[in-house]
């Protein structure tokens, strides 16, 4: 079940882009993409057999491909280009929050009610979102910002090209180091646990909830700051800064041994989070501005993502079985490394004046 809609989820990224940029109402879209997140949480709950499973885990893939796009288009059609960064980390810390308060309540109605409930919780958020979407008027959204679009005197098919959109280097170079940071970060977390229940099976799981807890917060604290300082001080050096922390943080899984300290080295994950939630769509943003394809981009990283990550947890736990835990984190960090080089030596700064 999780890999079909791992699939459906790496196919659709970049259709799912395109057609935020052919849709003239955002809103709406998101609307319908978010209903169909309540569907398939309906059909989890009343239906639990496989073909059913199947084609709601293939509904909620394919909503995802849409709602993600469709959320950074209406927050570059609200505030524009010039005030994009801060509206990002601003999201990034409602996100966190969500995550964090979304954990608990269907943690919560799991372990008091039943594991259908789970579902039926997700339901009712599902109406509460789409309330909170109505508040927002499709006059607010200035749907040329919201495709990356910007006028001019004269129409110009060149810039405006799909092709040249997916020939630009710092689109290709950075869709590049995204997929190296998926590809290092992606199975730090399931390693380390595995690591954290051998050493200390007794408190294995407070253990690793603090693990996921406390980076969610460094990203709720932090987010809109990594936003101001990105239109401060452009996006390679904060690329930078993530790309070290994630480098850092397999070093010390690979030498750490105290199963508590290894929670303190979840700081470094808090950071590049908090780094690469805002800076993702910012630096996309930057390379289709103007060409009217913002959300397309967004699909090519997307895609990026989403290789990484797929092949994250095959290569590490192949490592790990082989050659040690140790290894396998050394490995990690490497490749986090390579991340580090192609932006500290390859990436130009895509902050516009």
Known sequence: M????????????????????????????????????????????????????????????LASCVLGPAIAAISLGLVGPAAIGERLGRNARFASLGNGFAAALMGACGYFLSSRSVFLATFVLVIFTIIALARIRDREIDPEQAHGSITRAEPDPEATSVLHLLRQRPLLIFAGAVMLLQLANAAMLPLMAGIVTTRSSQWAPVLIAACIILPQAIVALSSPSVGRKAQQWGRRPLLLIGFSALAIRGVLFATVTDPYALVAVQFFDGVTAAVFGVLIPLTVADIAFGSGHF???????????????????????????????????????????????????????????
């Open 295 to 353: 959300n397309l981009a967004q699909g090519v990283v997307g895609t990026a993502v989403g290789i990484g990550a797929s092949c994250s947890n095959v290569l590490a736990g192949y490592v790990s079985d082989h050659f040690g835990h140790s290894t396998a984190f050394l490995g990690l960090s490497a490749i986090g490394c390579l991340g580090l080089c192609l932006i500290a030596f390859v990436m130009p700064e895509t902050k516009r004046a």
């Open 2 to 61: 999780l890999s079909i809609g791992g699939v459906v989820g790496l196919l659709g990224q970049m259709p799912g882009g395109a057609i935020i940029d052919a849709a003239r109402r955002e809103r709406l879209v998101a609307g319908f993409a978010v209903a169909a997140i309540g569907v398939a949480a309906l059909a989890y709950a009343a239906w639990p057999i496989f073909p059913v499973i199947a084609a709601a885990a293939t509904l909620h893939a």
